[in-house]
Nanobody
């Protein structure tokens, strides 16, 4: 059974940093991709960053490029999102998601309906 669980959300002042973690079990799959998405109140879900698990080449949305870094630790089955220089506009529920197979990180980020498994989310609130 595939499980995706996020953690690390919280309340941070603008300009601060935060690291989100995602535990993923993809037993039985040789290749997959992962991503971080977020949804602010009253807004649609949007992509933050996606990465192919084995190749490791990430994609970032324009709104976070240069401020956020996605990474993974294959030995621990963990994915991370390091967030710097946080802004009130980054306030949202952050979701970790996974997709089976060798997928383009950019394509997955641009169409989150292609993700197969989702966590329940972790809330990030940035105060001004």
């Amino acid at each position: 059974q595939v499980q995706v669980v996020e953690s690390g959300g919280g309340l941070v002042q603008a300009g601060g940093s935060l690291r989100l973690s995602c535990t993923v079990s993809m037993l039985g799959f040789d290749e997959y991709a992962m991503g971080w998405f977020r949804q602010a109140p009253g807004k649609e879900r949007e992509a933050v960053s996606c990465i192919q698990w084995m190749a490791g080449f990430p994609y970032y949305s324009d709104s976070v490029k240069g401020r956020f870094t996605i990474s993974r630790d294959a030995a621990k089955n963990m994915m991370y999102l390091q967030m710097y220089d946080l802004e009130p506009e980054d306030t949202a529920m952050y979701y970790c998601a996974a997709a089976r197979g060798a997928r383009s990180p950019e394509a997955l980020c641009k169409n989150y309906h292609g993700m197969d498994y989702w966590g329940k989310g972790t809330l990030v609130v940035i105060s001004s």
